[in-house]
């Protein structure tokens, strides 16, 4: 069964830094793009980016690019986002994701989500 | 960026009935278009890819269609565990965008 578990958020203050976690099992890790998805409170899902099997690709939404890092490491299984310079519009519960298909944008299991909370 | 215009923002049925939610491309994009189903606190779930595609598991009252610019999903007859928020999601160039999202409540 594939399973994706997120950890690492928490409260932070505007300005700091927080590093997500998803720990993926139950599937063939290295051989799947993988993405993060935010959804702010009240609002609906935003993409906040991806990466591709060997972290060659690597992509991000407009609003948080030169803020976020998205990384991976394939012997562990995990995917993580790194994200500086925090604002209170970074507020949020963040998805891990899996891509169904290699390339194709297309999110087929999805984790339960961390909630970030930027707030001073 | 390609904007993606979900409609409407909500809406009210009742158990039985059938439901049809819009999405619409500010540019053709062929077929490349998702939908997923999302529960408060729970993960979102892939209902349909590639337009018109049944994700493995998925209800066969579900059901999409469209190509270019216009794209629906259409519940043919909505059961209670149906009453979520449906979001529409492009895939065929970054940024992957999600629309909006249509509320579906119980009337």
């Known amino acids: 069964e594939v399973q994706l578990e997120e950890s690492g958020g928490g409260l932070v203050q505007p300005g700091g830094s927080l590093r997500l976690s998803c720990a993926a099992s139950?599937?063939?890790?290295?051989?799947?793009?993988m993405t993060w998805v935010r959804q702010a409170p009240g609002k609906g899902l935003e993409w906040v980016g991806n990466?591709?099997?060997?972290?060659?690709?690597?992509y991000y939404v407009r609003s948080v690019r030169g803020r976020f890092s998205i990384s991976r490491d394939n012997a562990k299984n995990l995917v993580f986002l790194e994200m500086n310079n925090l604002r209170a519009e970074d507020t949020g519960v963040y998805f891990c994701?899996?891509?169904?298909?290699?390339?194709?944008?297309?999110?087929?299991?999805w984790g339960q989500g961390t909630l970030v909370t930027v707030s001073s | 960026d390609i904007h993606v215009t979900q409609s409407p923002s909500s809406l009210s049925a009742s158990v039985g009935d059938r439901v049809t939610i819009t999405c619409r491309a500010s540019?053709?994009?062929?077929?490349?278009i998702n939908w997923y189903q999302h529960k408060v606190g729970r993960a979102p779930k892939l209902l349909m890819y590639g337009a018109s595609t049944l994700h493995s598991g998925v209800p066969s009252r579900f059901s999409g269609s469209g190509f270019g610019t216009d794209f629906t999903l259409t519940i043919s007859s909505l059961q209670p565990e149906d009453f979520a928020t449906y979001y529409c999601?492009?895939?065929?160039?970054?940024?992957?965008?999600f629309g909006e999202g249509t509320r579906v409540e119980i009337k």
């Open positions: 994701a899996r891509d169904k298909i290699v390339g194709a944008a297309v999110f087929d299991n």
């Open positions: 990466i591709d099997q060997e972290s060659h690709e690597v």
């Open positions: 999601q492009k895939s065929d160039s970054i940024p992957l965008t």
């Open positions: 540019v053709h994009i062929y077929n490349y």
């Open positions: 139950g599937f063939t890790f290295r051989n799947y793009w």
